[in-house]
């Protein structure tokens, strides 16, 4: 069964540290790894990643893809009270007939304390 | 430009009713897909439509059903409610059936007394 596990589930940390939050997979047909942050409702595109080794950053937010050891981090510096939310990887493959699927992982809730 | 719009955004239901759940995809979006967000699962895939077509379908009973209508709005139902279908219910919508973000509504917020 194809599947997504991100760690650690929860974290908290102090304004200011960096978090590193991790996702491993385990799909057939793999074709790219997106990262989300889902503070109230709707969950926010982050990233997204095809490729191994390159790294994708926005601002104090950076992301790297291992295809080779099926894991992907996220990475977050300086981290701010707004940082708070729950952060989602999901990983897109091939279904089928033409078709392609987002299995989600369980997310990991960041609390940024002040 | 709008992004994706679901109705109703809160109900309550009693076990054994049935609830639709509506969502509007983002303008020449094609692709609409439904997830059950629960603490303990996380999202979960419920199915795929594209162009009218289900595409894919997770593993949910079949009391869970959705169509796609002609201008990509979409509907889910669930019938026979049980207190474990409590959940978000978020639909996404994308431009094609592969690659690129989904775009998530805001959600519907189910509960099933």
């Known amino acids: 069964e194809d599947k997504v596990v991100q760690s650690p589930l929860s974290l908290v940390v102090h304004e200011g540290d960096t978090v590193t939050l991790n996702c491993s997979y385990e799909?057939?047909?793999?074709?790219?790894l997106l990262w989300y942050k889902q503070e109230k409702k709707a969950p926010t595109f982050l990233f997204m990643l095809t490729s191994s080794g390159i790294e994708k950053k926005s601002g104090r937010l950076s992301s790297i893809l291992d295809k080779k050891e099926l894991f992907s981090i996220l990475n977050i510096t300086a981290t701010q009270t707004g940082d708070s939310a729950i952060y989602l990887c999901a990983v897109e493959w091939y279904s089928g007939a033409g078709s392609y699927q987002l299995t989600f992982g369980k997310g990991t809730k960041l609390s940024v304390i002040p | 430009k709008a992004g994706v719009t679901q109705t109703p955004r809160y109900l309550i239901k009693t076990r054994g009713q049935q609830v639709t759940l509506s969502c509007s995809p983002i303008s020449g979006h094609r692709s609409v897909s439904w997830y059950q967000q629960t603490p303990g699962q996380g999202l979960q895939f419920l199915f795929e439509y594209f162009s009218e077509t289900q595409r894919n379908k997770g593993n949910f009973p079949g009391r869970f059903s959705g169509r796609q209508f002609s201008n990509s709005r979409s509907e889910m139902n669930v019938s026979t409610l049980e207190l474990g279908d409590s959940a978000l219910y978020l639909c996404?919508?994308?431009?094609?059936?592969?690659?690129?973000?989904?775009?998530f509504g805001e959600g519907s917020r189910l509960t099933v007394l």
């Open positions: 996404a919508s994308r431009l094609q059936g592969a690659g690129g973000e989904l775009f």
């Open positions: 799909v057939t047909n793999f074709r790219s």
